[in-house]
């Protein structure tokens, strides 16, 4: 199993940034698939995840109604588009794949690497 996160960078605050999540060796709609981030000197936190069909959607209540996570099955890719992104969503964020059906760090198997977001003006 392998997840590679892409789509970070430096934005103002008010942007918007789409991260990616390709994954490969296993099929993201066959499983829960997350995005979780973590701040210099804390904890990982779950941001958002999308279950396996109907494919219900968790979000943190930090980043409703500004995140959008979705997935393309075709292409095996998990999104997070971020709107209005704000100072306090800086950090690393992480792609995560869980057999179970928390989407909570803690119940993660498989991580990726992760992608830096910065959000500064």
């Known amino acids: 199993v392998q997840l590679v996160e892409s789509g970070g960078g430096l934005v103002q605050p008010g942007g918007s940034l789409t991260l990616s999540c390709a994954a490969s060796?296993?099929?993201?709609?066959?499983?829960?698939i997350g995005w979780f981030r973590q701040a210099p000197g804390k904890e990982r936190e779950e941001v958002s995840c999308?279950?396996?069909?109907?494919?219900?959607?968790y979000y943190a209540d930090s980043v409703k109604g500004r995140f959008t996570i979705s997935k393309d099955n075709a292409k095996n890719i998990v999104y997070l588009r971020m709107n209005n992104l704000k100072p306090e969503d800086m950090g690393d964020y992480y792609c995560?794949?869980?057999?179970?059906?928390?989407?909570?760090?803690?119940?993660?198997?498989?991580w990726g690497k992760g992608t830096l977001v910065t959000v500064s003006s």
């Open positions: 995560g794949l869980s057999y179970g059906d928390s989407c909570m760090a803690s119940g993660i198997d498989n």
């Open positions: 999308i279950t396996t069909p109907p494919g219900r959607r």
């Open positions: 060796g296993i099929i993201v709609d066959y499983y829960l």
